[in-house]
């Protein structure tokens, strides 16, 4: 039962180095999205795709670039780290994003330090 | 745009006591309103869910009913335990029409430390 699966779960860069995040999912969701967490700011989100093909914007995409590679999986891409992206990272999905009501079943995050 | 916030933590209970954590939201439409939580190194789980006004969610004793006419949606239990201690996050979706593709809006978190 492995739901949504992130990797990796520790990751230390220095900044300017370039880093994928990977996020897969079992549940033959449709949408799939990546948040951040930053303490006392709660999540933001960077990116979705509301179904296989398409990625859309979040609040906080800058710095940030998304695949989404087939419908289990989407990345993450930070192209140049900078310490300011420090951050957990959580990739999520759910069933069917336009129905507001589906929850979302979220990984277990990946914890970023930017040097 | 979309806001969800939530009582300043952290907050501190003896195992048994009652717990309340106060979210209130600003949405378009009829958002569908949400608590998750996290447990130490772990992702958010859904812990309760209310898709309209008046409606109650439950789950493990928890409990939180949407009252739109004060645009709130607090979580309370009657009896705390020492594994509860957790982070709780309310969100919303917002169902304007169908175009908000699911994005959640989360409050800053509240850090639940239950005591025994």
């Known amino acids: 039962n492995a739901g949504v699966t992130q990797t990796p779960k520790f990751q230390v860069l220095k900044t300017g180095q370039s880093m994928t995040l990977q996020c897969a999912q079992d549940m033959n969701h449709n949408s799939m999205y990546w948040y951040r967490q930053d303490p006392g700011m709660g999540l933001r989100l960077i990116y979705y795709s509301a179904s296989e093909g398409t990625t859309d914007k979040g609040e906080v995409p800058n710095g940030y670039n998304v695949s989404r590679l087939n419908k289990r999986e989407f990345s993450l891409r930070l192209e140049s780290a900078a310490p300011s992206q420090t951050s957990v990272y959580f990739c999520?999905?759910?069933?069917?994003?336009?129905?507001?009501?589906?929850?979302?079943?979220f990984g277990d995050g990946t914890r970023l330090s930017i040097l | 745009g979309d806001s969800v916030t939530q009582m300043e933590g952290p907050v501190t209970l003896s195992e048994e006591a009652f717990l309340t954590i106060n979210c209130t939201y600003t949405a378009t439409g009829y958002p569908s309103l949400f608590w998750y939580v996290q447990y130490p190194g772990e992702g958010l789980q859904l812990l309760l869910k209310a898709t309209k006004a008046d409606d109650k969610g439950s789950n493990k004793g928890f409990e939180a009913t949407y009252r739109k006419e004060t645009t709130s949606f607090h979580l309370e239990k009657g009896s705390v335990q020492v594994s509860d201690s957790a982070v709780y996050f309310c969100a919303l979706t917002a169902n304007a029409g169908g175009t908000s593709y699911g994005k959640l809006t989360f409050g800053q978190g509240t850090i639940l430390t239950v005591h025994p």
């Open positions: 999520a999905s759910s069933e069917q994003a336009a129905n507001s009501n589906q929850p979302q079943h």
